[in-house]
C-alpha cells in the first residue's frame, strides 16, 4: 500500500512534528517521509480531506461484535469495519458470544475471522469455562493461542477465592485478569443507579456501593497476590479514589470508564429510554465530574466505548425487560471532543495499547504507518446515518457531536469512511 496524506497537522506529542502541517508519504505500508511538501512522481494515491489531522491509531478496550452467535447484532467483518470508519486501528474484543470464548480454538476463531483486517482484533478470553464463574477456563492455553486478557465480560466474580487463584495463576504467564467491578447481592435487580431519580422514575436501584465494595476487595486480592489486575468500566467518584490510593501504593492495576458514563447521567432516564440502559448503570453528575478528573489526573487509564450491538428485539421493550447495552464506536470521537481539547481526546484514545499487548509507534519516518484520520472542528448532530453498525442501539442519537473520524491506515491498508 502506497498513499500520499497531504496537509496533514499531526496530533502526536511523541512526534517531532507534532502540531505541525505536513504531507505524509507511506510506501509499502511504512512512513518514508516526512516534509512540509512532498510531490507525487509515483502518482501514489492522494489522500486529502478539508482540516485533516493525524494520530497515532486509536485503541477501545472493551468491543462486543456478537460472532460467533449473535451474528444478528453484529459480525466480526462489520464490527472491524466500523471501528475503522470510527478511527480505531486496535480493538480488544469480549468473549460474550455463544459459544463464549473460552478455548484456544475459541481464540483462533475470531483471530482467523480478523486475518487481514485494517483493524487489530485482540481477543480477550473467558475468565471462566462458560463464563459461569464457576471454574477457571484454559487461560495459559488461551494467552499462547493470542488472547490478551481474561475476563467474564459483565458478571461479576461473586467467589473471592476464585479471583485469588485466577491472579496467582496468571501472574506465572504475566497474565492480565479483569474483574467486573459489582456485589451482585447489593445490586439485585437494580436497572439503573440508586438516587433521587430511580424513586421518582419507579425503578430499582442499583447502588454506587455495589460497585465500590466490589473495588475495594478486588484491590484487597490484588495486594494479597501481586497479581495483575485490570478493573473495566468504573462508574462512581468512591471507585476513582479507592484505585488511586491503589496506584499510590505501587499494586499492578489499572482501570477503564465507558465513555456514556462521562457525558451522561440518570437525569437522562425520564423518558425510559432503552438505549441508555448500559451497565454500570448511568450515575449523578457528581460521579461524571470525578470520573472526568480521574482521566485528567492519570488514575483512570483509558476509555472505552464499550461497544455493545443489541438487536432491536431485546431493545424496544419495557425499559426493566430491556438487554443492557449501548454501541459507541461511531460516537466515540465526537463524544469526547465535547469534555476535552483534541490534544487531551486523541491521548486517551491512544493509552493503554501495552496493556492488552498492542504495538505502540510515534509518527516517524521508518515507522509503520498506524494512524487515525479525523477532523476534530466539525459539529453535527448524531444520527442512523452515523451509525455503521449492523444494530442502531446508541444512547447518542440526537445528541450534538464535534469532531468525526475520516478514517485509518493500518496493516498496509488504508479505510476511508
Known amino acids: 500500500m502506497n498513499a500520499l496524506l497531504k496537509s496533514a497537522t499531526i496530533v502526536d506529542s511523541k512526534s517531532d512534528f507534532h502540531n505541525q502541517i505536513v504531507d505524509i508519504l507511506i510506501e509499502n505500508g511504512v512512513i518514508s517521509k516526512i516534509s512540509k511538501r512532498i510531490s507525487n512522481p509515483k502518482n501514489y494515491r492522494e489522500i486529502k480531506f478539508d482540516n485533516l489531522h493525524v494520530s497515532q491509531g486509536w485503541f477501545d478496550s472493551s468491543v462486543s461484535f456478537g460472532e460467533p452467535g449473535f451474528e444478528e447484532r453484529e459480525t466480526i467483518a462489520n464490527g472491524l469495519d466500523t471501528a475503522a470508519r470510527s478511527g480505531f486501528t486496535s480493538v480488544a474484543l469480549n468473549a460474550n458470544t455463544n459459544p463464549v470464548i473460552d478455548s484456544n480454538a475459541d481464540i483462533a476463531f475470531v483471530l482467523a475471522k480478523a486475518d487481514k483486517h485494517a483493524v487489530n482484533l485482540k481477543p480477550i478470553g473467558a475468565l471462566t469455562k462458560a463464563s459461569d464463574c464457576k471454574d477457571l477456563a484454559e487461560l495459559y492455553d488461551m494467552q499462547n493461542a493470542g488472547a490478551v486478557a481474561f475476563y467474564d465480560y459483565q458478571k461479576p466474580i461473586s467467589n473471592p477465592n476464585l479471583l485469588k487463584i485466577a491472579l496467582q495463576y496468571a501472574s506465572n504467564f504475566d497474565g492480565l485478569?479483569?474483574?467486573?467491578?459489582?456485589?451482585?447481592?447489593?445490586?439485585?435487580?437494580?436497572?439503573?443507579?440508586?438516587?433521587?431519580?430511580?424513586?421518582?422514575?419507579?425503578?430499582?436501584?442499583?447502588?454506587?456501593?455495589?460497585?465500590?465494595l466490589q473495588v475495594a476487595r478486588d484491590l484487597f486480592l490484588l495486594e494479597y497476590t501481586e497479581g495483575k489486575l485490570h478493573i473495566p468500566t468504573i462508574s462512581t467518584a468512591k471507585s476513582v479514589e479507592l484505585i488511586r490510593e491503589a496506584k499510590a501504593k505501587k499494586l499492578d492495576v489499572t482501570c477503564s470508564v465507558a465513555i456514556h458514563n462521562l457525558c451522561f447521567t440518570d437525569n437522562t432516564l425520564q423518558d425510559f429510554d432503552t438505549n441508555f440502559k448500559v451497565m454500570p448503570p448511568l450515575r449523578t453528575q457528581k460521579d461524571t465530574d470525578a470520573l472526568v478528573e480521574g482521566?485528567?489526573?492519570?488514575?483512570?487509564?483509558?476509555?472505552?466505548?464499550?461497544?455493545?450491538?443489541?438487536?432491536?428485539?431485546?431493545?424496544?421493550?419495557?425499559?426493566?425487560?430491556?438487554?443492557?447495552?449501548?454501541?459507541?464506536?461511531?460516537?466515540?470521537?465526537?463524544?469526547?471532543?465535547?469534555?476535552?481539547?483534541?490534544?487531551?481526546?486523541?491521548?486517551?484514545?491512544?493509552?493503554?495499547?501495552?496493556?492488552?499487548?498492542?504495538?505502540?509507534?510515534?509518527?516517524?519516518?521508518?515507522?509503520?504507518?498506524?494512524?487515525?484520520?479525523?477532523?476534530?472542528?466539525?459539529?453535527?448532530?448524531?444520527?442512523?446515518?452515523?451509525?455503521?453498525s449492523t444494530s442502531k442501539n446508541s444512547c447518542f442519537l440526537g445528541y450534538e457531536l464535534k469532531g468525526r473520524a475520516y478514517g485509518i491506515i493500518s496493516n498496509n491498508k488504508i479505510v476511508i469512511a
Not at 447489593?186 to 419507579?202: A, R, W, Y
Not at 481526546?345 to 505502540?360: D, Y
Open 295 to 388: 482521566l485528567r489526573d492519570g488514575t483512570i487509564d483509558m476509555v472505552t466505548t464499550d461497544h455493545n450491538p443489541i438487536d432491536i428485539e431485546h431493545k424496544k421493550v419495557e425499559f426493566d425487560h430491556a438487554t443492557y447495552g449501548t454501541i459507541g464506536l461511531e460516537s466515540a470521537f465526537g463524544a469526547l471532543q465535547n469534555i476535552f481539547t483534541t490534544k487531551k481526546t486523541v491521548s486517551i484514545l491512544t493509552k493503554g495499547k501495552s496493556r492488552f499487548g498492542v504495538e505502540e509507534a510515534q509518527i516517524s519516518e521508518g515507522q509503520k504507518a498506524n494512524l487515525s484520520l479525523f477532523d476534530p472542528d466539525t459539529a453535527y448532530s448524531f444520527s442512523n446515518k452515523n451509525i455503521n
Open 177 to 212: 485478569v479483569l474483574s467486573y467491578p459489582q456485589e451482585s447481592k447489593i445490586s439485585g435487580l437494580g436497572v439503573m443507579n440508586e438516587h433521587i431519580n430511580s424513586t421518582k422514575l419507579g425503578l430499582k436501584g442499583n447502588p454506587s456501593l455495589a460497585e465500590e
